[in-house]
């Protein structure tokens, strides 16, 4: 059995979308505990006010709603005038629905998809472009 490749968070720059929940919080406060600087964002900034709150500085916040791609590009810029580059993104908003697929409706099953899958290609598209700008690459989770 071979061991998983990990990595040094300490020093480097992070973000993450859908930072109000509970996965994303949970993702935020993992990464400043090993050592990194955060920029987290989430459709309902005031949400985010908490993290900053008890991190301070180490965590920048960004409002948007993440199936618009100027959201992923504000996300990637505050990431770079804040602590100077981005070397990692977790794609984790996401929008889910109990029940069987004829229990929701176009509109619902639509917003599930771009929120779900439209909202990580900005995402990664905006940090890829960044990524190659810098020259040293970096990390996506999704």
Do not use: C, K
């Not at 290609?121 to 810098?134: N, S, T, Y």
């Amino acid at each position: 059995m071979t061991t998983p490749e990990t990595r040094d968070l300490t020093g480097t720059v992070v973000a993450v979308t859908g930072a109000a929940g509970g996965i994303g919080g949970a993702t935020v406060r993992l990464a400043l505990a090993a050592g990194a600087r955060v920029v987290a964002a989430d459709l309902r900034a005031d949400a985010l006010a908490p993290l900053v709150e008890e991190f301070g500085d180490r965590v920048r916040t960004v409002g948007g709603d993440v199936r618009e791609e100027a959201t992923a590009d504000a996300l990637v810029a505050a990431a770079v005038e804040s602590h100077g580059r981005i070397d990692s993104v977790v794609a984790n908003a996401a929008v889910g629905y109990y029940g069987g697929i004829l229990d929701q409706s176009a509109d619902e099953v639509r917003r599930m998809v771009d929120v779900n899958v439209t909202g990580t290609v900005w995402l990664v598209r905006a940090a890829v472009r960044r990524f190659r700008e810098q020259g040293d690459g970096g990390d996506v989770v999704v």
